[in-house]
């Protein structure tokens, strides 16, 4: 399995913006090999989707509370994938965590996600 960590997380106001980073290490195969994705969970509610991008890049999907406001990328050289988050509401505050699918396609469901890193807490005030 990789290991990840996530970072960048933080209290900001409403309409701000935060980028997180997830940093892996520790697999044998190429970060290049994962389609990573971003999830989240806010108090009293269950794990989300957010965002998901395939080895390449090429290949992004979005939740739809976040089209237009969140960018999903990474850097295969760096092993490393972020997540813009712009004009974020009030309704973006959970705890976000990084996931590593070892697939082509990348996925949109938790369970498909072998690898999770700890989380980081985003908290966005009105």
């Known amino acids: 399995q990789v290991q990840l960590v996530e970072s960048g997380g933080g209290l900001v106001q409403a309409g701000a913006s935060l980028r997180l980073s997830c940093a892996a290490s520790?697999?044998?195969?190429?970060?290049?090999?994962?389609?990573m994705g971003w999830f989240r969970q806010a108090p009293g509610k269950e794990r989300e989707f957010v965002a998901t991008?395939?080895?390449?890049?090429?290949?992004?999907r979005y939740a739809e509370s976040v089209k237009g406001r969140f960018t999903i990328s990474r850097d295969n050289a760096k092993s490393t994938v972020y997540l813009q988050m712009n004009t974020l509401k009030p309704e973006d505050t959970a705890v976000y965590y990084c996931?590593?699918?070892?697939?082509?396609?990348?996925?949109?469901?938790?369970?498909?996600?072998?690898?999770w890193g700890q989380g980081t807490q985003v908290t966005v005030s009105s």
């Open positions: 996931a590593a699918q070892f697939a082509n396609w990348p996925s949109s469901r938790i369970a498909d996600f072998g690898s």
């Open positions: 520790g697999s044998g195969r190429t970060f290049s090999a994962y389609a």
């Open positions: 991008i395939n080895g390449s890049g090429g290949i992004i």
